[in-house]
């Protein structure tokens, strides 16, 4: 069965601090992930894509096949990255649909 | 506004109702999807369409349904409708579908049901 699980459904860290936000996914083809964030009254949107292997925001995710991981890494927080992440599954033999983790809301505190 | 519109915003209906939740999709977006946030469920995907085809399927209950117009937007209509199904429905758009899809889906403000 293909799934996506986000085990903290909140994370809370002081300004500064590393934060790791962790997902990981089970799908027997090929995993292609994403991951989406929603900040306070915005709607949700791309963050960045294992494919990519970009940094985004200082936010960086690597794909880890062994252990079925990506998680998302940020050496410091900022008050501005409090927000809900989703970690995202792209399905693509079955029409492309994108399936979303439980979502982890960040809480940066000053 | 040329993003993902969604009407309407909020809806207050009662039990056994019946509802229908408008999508209209980027300028140029052919794929149209539905998702269902609720409190302990997350995003759920129901539903994908694109270009007018029914392309995916999740898990959409039998008495959700929801269509694409020649136009490319979308309607999810919900019947009998019971408490639990009062959520957040978004609506989200992408310019491929399949193979095509890069992932990027760009979603809208969602529509807020309350079933009473």
């Known amino acids: 069965a293909q799934r996506v699980t986000q085990p903290e459904k909140l994370l809370s860290v002081f300004k500064g601090a590393p934060v790791e936000l962790k997902c990981n996914y089970s799908y027997s083809g090929s995993p292609e992930l994403f991951w989406y964030v929603q900040y306070s009254r915005q709607r949700l949107q791309l963050l960045l894509r294992?494919?990519s292997r970009e940094s985004i925001k200082g936010f960086t995710a690597d794909l880890n096949k062994g252990e079925t991981s990506f998680h998302l890494k940020k050496p410091f927080a900022q008050e501005e990255d409090s927000a809900m992440y989703y970690c995202?599954?792209?399905?693509?033999?079955?029409?492309?649909?994108?399936?979303f983790g439980q979502g982890t809301e960040l809480s940066v505190k000053p | 506004d040329s993003g993902v519109t969604q009407t309407p915003k909020h809806l207050i209906t009662a039990t056994g109702q019946r509802v229908t939740l408008r999508c209209s999709p980027r300028s140029g977006d052919l794929s149209v999807y539905w998702y269902q946030q609720s409190l302990d469920q997350g995003l759920q995907f129901l539903i994908q369409?694109?270009?007018?085809?029914?392309?995916a399927k999740g898990n959409i209950l039998e008495r959700f349904s929801a269509q694409q117009f020649p136009d490319l937007h979308s309607e999810l209509n919900l019947s009998s409708l019971e408490l639990g199904d009062s959520a957040l429905y978004f609506c989200?758009?992408?310019?491929?579908?399949?193979?095509?899809?890069?992932?990027?889906?760009?979603f809208g403000e969602g529509s807020r049901l309350t079933v009473l």
């Open positions: 989200a758009s992408s310019n491929g579908g399949g193979i095509s899809n890069t992932g990027e889906l760009f």
């Open positions: 995202a599954l792209l399905i693509r033999n079955q029409g492309g649909k994108l399936i």
């Open positions: 369409y694109y270009n007018g085809e029914e392309r």
């Open positions: 294992h494919i």
